[in-house]
């Protein structure tokens, strides 16, 4: 059975940094695409990042030169490493797997930006 957990979420001060980590089980993190959503209030879940088995990065223009996403196939993990945070960062942290038809989703992390 797959499953995701995320950790590392946090309140932070705006130009702060925090580590997402997505700690993943009953796959292989180096046969799935891997990404990182967010979901603001009331709206729909958005892509922040993501990076294939390949090692290709993908980023959302919001976050572009802040954040860095990557992978240790050795530890299972993908980790989300977010620089210069702004208030807008604020939001509720999903990381994401895909293999082929099958898609799964951690419950989430709150990342809140805030002075």
């Known amino acids: 059975q797959v499953q995701l957990v995320e950790s590392g979420g946090g309140l932070v001060q705006p130009g702060g940094s925090l580590r997402l980590s997505c700690a993943a089980s009953?796959?292989?993190?180096?046969?799935?695409?891997m990404s990182w959503y967010r979901q603001p209030p009331g709206k729909d879940r958005e892509l922040v990042a993501a990076i294939t088995r390949f090692g290709v990065t993908t980023y959302a223009d919001s976050v572009k030169g802040r954040f860095s996403i990557s992978g240790d196939n050795a530890k299972n993990t993908m980790y989300l490493q977010m620089n210069s945070l702004k208030a807008e960062d604020t939001d509720l942290y999903y990381c994401?797997?895909?293999?082929?038809?099958?898609?799964?989703w951690g419950p989430g992390t709150q990342v809140t930006v805030s002075s």
């Open positions: 994401r797997s895909i293999l082929g038809v099958r898609v799964h």
């Open positions: 009953g796959m292989l993190l180096s046969l799935n695409g």
